[in-house]
């Protein structure tokens, strides 16, 4: 599996409640844009329209060799999951404060382009520095543990 684009503010934003597998119809110079390592999805989100789930705001970079008919860079693109995906997702999606996050764009083991979608609810400002506060104190514990240890070995 190679990565083309990871989203690190999916994860600082929404609290992640499930995450899946999505394909995702493009078209061939995107799919070379894709290969050549170029894209974006900080900025993209899910939503859906018609009993279909369709990605927004992906930026995928036109083919440099490309010709008149190079792709739209940010483009709305079709989704494509499994029915009873879908219908569970719709019960979701109208909760409020739920939203569909894309957090990883990648190549799987065949070669076909996929996205690791995310099914979040969103963070307050005090969720975020509760986060940091955890990650700040798990981050001291380690480093003492880790100084507790190399004293003992010593003696």
Do not use: C
């Amino acid at each position: 599996m190679s990565f083309i684009a990871t989203s690190h503010k999916a994860r600082r934003d929404y609290e992640i409640l499930e995450t899946f597998e999505a394909g995702i119809a493009l078209t061939g110079t995107e799919v070379k844009s894709l290969r050549a390592g170029r894209a974006n999805i900080e900025e993209a989100f899910g939503r859906l329209d018609r009993g279909e789930l369709w990605l927004f705001n992906v930026h995928i970079p036109e083919y440099a060799q490309g010709n008149i008919n190079n792709h739209n860079p940010t483009r709305t693109r079709k989704l494509l999951l499994h029915r009873d995906q879908i219908e569970r997702l719709i019960g979701h999606l109208a909760v409020k404060g739920h939203a569909l996050v894309p957090l990883k764009l990648y190549f799987n083991k065949r070669g076909i382009a996929k996205v690791e979608m995310a099914l979040g609810r969103g963070k307050t400002q005090v969720d975020r520095r509760e986060d940091i506060k955890r990650r700040t104190a798990d981050r001291e514990i380690a480093h003492a543990m880790t100084a507790a240890l190399k004293g003992k070995q010593r003696l």
